[in-house]
Nanobody, 114 residues
Framework: QVQLVESGGGLVQPGGSLRLSCAASGSIFSNNVMGWYRQAPGKQREWVATITRFSNKDYRDDVKGRFTISRDNAKNTVYLQMNSLKPEDTAVYYC????????WGQGTEVTVSS
């Protein structure tokens, strides 16, 4: 079973930046489309971005131009660079394959507030 460990979250002011990381155990990481997801308080978890094994990327509309997903297959790690953060980006962020069929990790909390 693949284990996912997210890190890099924190409290940041509007307009600030954070870089999230997600380390995945298991050698099958490089064969999968990987995604970032988020769950805001009182809301359902939603998709944020995906990256294929060939580094083709896709983003939800409200993060395009602000967030960048990347991956390092040698390190079994996927990243999410988040710039120009807004209060509405506040959420717990998770990674998973896409579609999200692995067991979820604990996530990393991002709070955007002044």
């Amino acid at each position: 079973q693949v284990q996912l460990v997210e890190s890099g979250g924190g409290l940041v002011q509007p307009g600030g930046s954070l870089r999230l990381s997600c380390a995945a155990s298991g050698s099958i990481f490089s064969n999968n489309v990987m995604g970032w997801y988020r769950q805001a308080p009182g809301k359902q978890r939603e998709w944020v971005a995906t990256i294929t094994r060939f580094s083709n990327k896709d983003y939800r509309d409200d993060v395009k131009g602000r967030f960048t997903i990347s991956r390092d297959n040698a390190k079994n790690t996927v990243y999410l660079q988040m710039n120009s953060l807004k209060p509405e980006d506040t959420a717990v962020y998770y990674c998973n394959k896409f579609p999200s069929t692995w067991t979820w990790g604990q996530g990393t909390e991002v709070t955007v507030s002044s």
